[in-house]
């Protein structure tokens, strides 16, 4: 069934392939849909769309979940870029603690590809510890692995940024959500905080639980998780009285700390913003990232079985490796990541393309929103055919 919602916004010559592409996914999305898509190719905005009811907007905030997670790692990657972090130096190096039952071998470079095996931990986290990365890292330094470090990997969902972000404070005596405020956020008037200052809080839109249709649920009642799995672990769903996934940052505590593995807020034009700042010129500003910094922060470092998420997956350093794993028509080396809810960002080096998709509802059936296929696509043909 469709129905009207009125589009807005404005995309470039050559990219009106987009706008009617994003007109039909939101014609067939629910009657409430509210949502963004923002694109640059070469550094220049040539996609900025947005839809949803009156008081929604291209300047509307959104929970991104894990699309948190690349604000944190372009962080870890301009300080690898640096030479402050050296990727295959032990974690224990500079986080001593963390050494401890079995843990002291593990490498920068593993921990970044989610090798640890520190997936989360009885008896699990409160919100408020969800919301502190070092709360976060000081009950995972301890404890034992799930299995021996860097001999597999799993998606450490709500702590790899608390973990990295422990290594980042070590050695620089800040934290990574204020590197990213004065190198990344700060520089570029992005709209995408690692903890969201209360004068931007009016224009939060609290996310929405997913609204699964009949068919959809039979799908997810069809895959329970029983409640000691890695997976539940990892998603802190086997507390007595979990926090629902979908609640975490419509809780101010969250939103105010930014915990670097989903505590980001932002909008289309944040995310895309971002990636376009890491890998192009942008408003006569050089990119972020060198050349030889952006092949490696996209090259693979784990593919296989993912034991959390129990399928295929493919991460790079801290990115997930969005051409193998999401994206396949994307030019080699493109990184990024998706949230839980459906947004987007990624870059793709060999376009020039820069991407973010973020939307209010919470998607099914969790993960980047299955309608990002569609647009990236005509993002990126479109891109190809300048």
Do not use: C
């Amino acid at each position: 069934m469709t129905h009207e919602i009125t589009i807005h916004g404005t995309v470039a010559e050559g990219f009106e392939t987009v706008r009617e592409e994003f007109a039909a996914v939101v014609a067939e999305e629910r009657p409430d849909y509210e949502g963004q898509l923002s694109a640059y190719v070469d550094g220049r905005r040539v996609v900025d769309l947005w839809a949803g009811p009156e008081d929604a907007g291209a300047d509307s905030l959104y929970g991104v979940f894990s699309s948190t997670k690349g604000a944190a790692h372009l962080v870890v990657a301009l300080l690898v870029q640096d030479g402050t972090l050296h990727l295959d130096r032990e974690v224990a190096y500079y986080w001593p603690e963390f050494a401890a039952e079995g843990k002291g071998a593990l490498t920068l470079r593993e921990l970044l590809a989610h090798r640890a095996g520190v997936v989360g931990a009885d008896p699990g986290f409160t919100l408020d510890e969800l919301a502190d990365d070092r709360a976060i890292a000081r009950r995972l330094a301890g404890r034992r692995p799930f299995w021996r470090p860097g001999a597999a990997f799993g998606y450490h969902a709500l702590v790899i940024g608390a973990l990295t972000g422990e290594v980042v404070r070590r050695v620089t005596g800040r934290s990574l959500q204020e590197l990213y405020e004065e190198r990344v956020r700060a520089p570029y008037g992005l709209d995408f905080f690692l903890g969201l200052p209360e004068e931007h809080e009016p224009r939060f839109r609290s996310v929405q639980p997913m609204a699964p249709t009949p068919e959809q649920q039979v799908l997810l009642d069809a895959a329970p998780s029983g409640p000691h799995t890695l997976g539940s672990i990892a998603f802190n769903e086997h507390v007595p009285d979990p926090v629902p996934l979908a609640d975490i940052p419509n809780a101010r505590v969250v939103r105010a700390k930014g915990p670097a593995s989903v505590g980001g807020v932002g909008s289309a034009r944040g995310l895309a913003g971002m990636y376009a700042a890491a890998t192009s010129e942008v408003d006569g500003r050089p990119p972020l990232l060198a050349p030889d910094t952006i092949g490696e922060v996209g090259q693979i470092q784990s593919t296989g079985y993912d034991l959390v998420a129990r399928t295929h997956k493919s991460f790079a350093l801290g990115f997930q490796a969005t051409s193998e794993t999401w994206y396949p028509f994307l030019g080699a080396g493109a990184f990024g990541h998706g949230g839980a809810s459906g947004s987007q960002g990624f870059a793709d080096p060999r376009s020039g393309l820069a991407y973010g998709y973020t939307r209010r509802r919470f998607a099914f059936p969790g993960g980047a929103a299955p309608e990002n296929e569609r647009l990236v696509r005509a993002v990126h043909t479109a891109a190809l055919a300048r």
